[in-house]
T-cell receptor, first 115, second 109 residues
Framework: DAGVIQSPRHEVTEMGQEVTLRCKPI?????LFWYRQTMMRGLELLIY????????DSGMPEDRFSAKMPNASFSTLKIQPSEPRDSAVYFC?????????????FGPGTRLLVL | GQNIDQPTEMTATEGAIVQINCTYQ??????LFWYQQHAGEAPTFLSY????GLEEKGRFSSFLSRSKGYSYLLLKELQMKDSASYLC??????????FGAGTTVTVRA
């Protein structure tokens, strides 16, 4: 299996621009998670989906952030408009289920820099 | 919310043993995970504990005491490639993972 796939791997944009991050989970995984990692705040959960349905978006920082999962093999995280404080590494992760011990597998991340 | 505390940094010599402690406070505990993250890479799963006791996986072992809100990750026979950040993560009943800030382990020759 190819693992979790994310694109782009790196993104540099200017403040005010729209940014779209993409994720393809591992085939057959029912759960998809979006995380953000910064030096100051560590690894934070933004939102997660179960069977394409958003379950908990309490970690989404503000209305500028939105996430969708139109089908089982694709999800997007959008920032509009972007701000310099959004600069971070954004990880997508997926898991087979939520039974005991079901681990989350992380993608390689998208390194976002907003100037 | 929950507090997850782990040391910021640890240094050890190749071939030695290092123990990384993690303490947590949470409601609805549903498991504790350890992840390894090399610089510039994604976190990768190392171990999982939900019951008290020790889980051993090769050179890595993880221990959990739920009553004390305490876990540790034990790395034995350290190798240079073990230099990385080690993240303690707690899962609650709602299945969300909350991560500690991570412990950066540096292995010296």
């Amino acid at each position: 299996d190819a693992g979790v796939i994310q694109s782009p791997r790196h993104e540099v944009t200017e403040m005010g621009q729209e940014v779209t991050l993409r994720c393809k989970p591992i085939s057959g995984h029912d759960y998809l998670f979006w995380y953000r990692q910064t030096m100051m705040r560590g690894l934070e959960l933004l939102i997660y989906f179960n069977n394409n349905v958003p379950i908990d978006d309490s970690g989404m920082p503000e209305d500028r952030f939105s996430a969708k999962m139109p089908n089982a093999s694709f999800s997007t995280l959008k920032i509009q408009p972007s701000e310099p404080r959004d600069s971070a590494v954004y990880f997508c992760a997926s898991s087979l289920g939520q039974g005991a011990g079901e681990t989350q597998y992380f993608g390689p991340g998208t390194r976002l820099l907003v100037l | 919310g929950q507090n997850i505390d782990q040391p910021t940094e640890m240094t050890a010599t190749e071939g030695a043993i290092v123990q990384i402690n993690c303490t947590y406070q949470t409601s609805g505990f549903n498991g504790l995970f350890w992840y390894q993250q090399h610089a510039g890479e994604a976190p990768t799963f190392l171990s999982y504990n939900v019951l008290d006791g020790l889980e051993e996986k090769g050179r890595f072992s993880s221990f959990l005491s739920r009553s004390k809100g305490y876990s540790y990750l034990l790395l034995k026979e350290l190798q240079m490639k073990d230099s990385a950040s080690y993240l303690c993560a707690v899962r609650r009943g709602d299945y969300k993972l909350s991560f500690g800030a991570g412990t950066t382990v540096t292995v010296r020759a």
